[in-house]
């Protein structure tokens, strides 16, 4: 065969093989119905992207409900205040009404333990007594009215007291135990100050076993006496309030 018979066939074959492609459109086509169908596919995906922000509603709905415990413990908080508040509000009312109770009774008592004469002094109120008795029947009668005998507690108390200018007894006795000053209230004498130089000369015996008032023009005025003996004597009734 002649190179241009071999040429001439080759082309032949080369047009044949061109001509036959439009028979595999139809694999093309079925290719593009894929690739459509891809696309379609596509097409479900963003609609399913479409429908994510409905799937986002959850974590919205979680956010809600801590926004809304968050709003339901700051109620319950400022209730427990609120009641906290009523229940303090309360206390102080029952506090204040007893208090104002008390006060009045304690007036009550005052104006009975003055009903004579008193003086005050600080916080104390004193029955200065007008006749004489031993020291046991002072102190009864200042139990009679609410009181006991004065139990000095300062320089400036001392001072009061001597400035009553009579000799009069005071709530202090060694009778528990000899040379042990006791007050009436139990508590030991701390102090020496007050007592006359050379005083309490019954610690030697000789039964003086209750205290007065007696150099009352110096600060240093207290004498160990006997019990027996009369005196006048001062009643003290501390008030506080």
């Not at 241009?4 to 595999?24: F, G, T, V």
């Not at 459109?25 to 169908?37: F, L, S």
């Not at 995906?45 to 409900?65: D, L, M, N």
Request: hydrophobic share 30%; glycine share 8%.
């Amino acid at each position: 065969m002649s190179y241009l018979n071999r040429e001439m066939e080759l082309s032949e074959y080369i047009y044949d093989n061109d001509l036959a492609e439009p028979k595999q459109m139809g694999e093309g086509d079925e290719a593009e119905e894929r690739v459509v169908d891809i696309y379609e596919g596509s097409d479900n995906y963003e609609g399913h992207k479409a429908a994510t922000p409905s799937a986002v509603k959850p974590g919205r709905t979680f956010v809600r409900a801590q926004t809304f415990c968050l709003l339901l413990l700051c109620v319950l908080l400022l209730a427990g205040i609120i009641g906290t508040g009523l229940h303090c509000r309360i206390e102080l009312q029952t506090h204040s009404e007893s208090w104002a109770e008390e006060r009045k009774q304690t007036l009550v008592e005052l104006s009975d333990f003055c009903k004579e004469r008193c003086t005050s002094f600080n916080n104390s109120f004193y029955y200065i007594s007008s006749g004489k008795k031993s020291w046991d029947d002072s102190r009864e009668d200042c139990k009679g009215r609410g009181a006991d005998l004065v139990i000095v507690n300062s320089k400036e108390e001392q001072m009061f007291i001597n400035s009553v200018t009579l000799v009069v007894w005071i709530g202090l006795t060694d009778r528990e135990e000899e040379g042990t000053w006791r007050w009436v209230d139990g508590s030991v004498l701390n102090s020496t100050v007050f007592w006359r130089y050379s005083e309490p000369s019954g610690k030697l015996g000789g039964g003086k076993n209750c205290v007065d008032i007696y150099w009352y023009r110096e600060e240093r005025s207290w004498n160990d006496e006997k019990c027996a003996t009369q005196h006048h004597w001062i009643c003290e009734r501390m008030i506080d309030f």
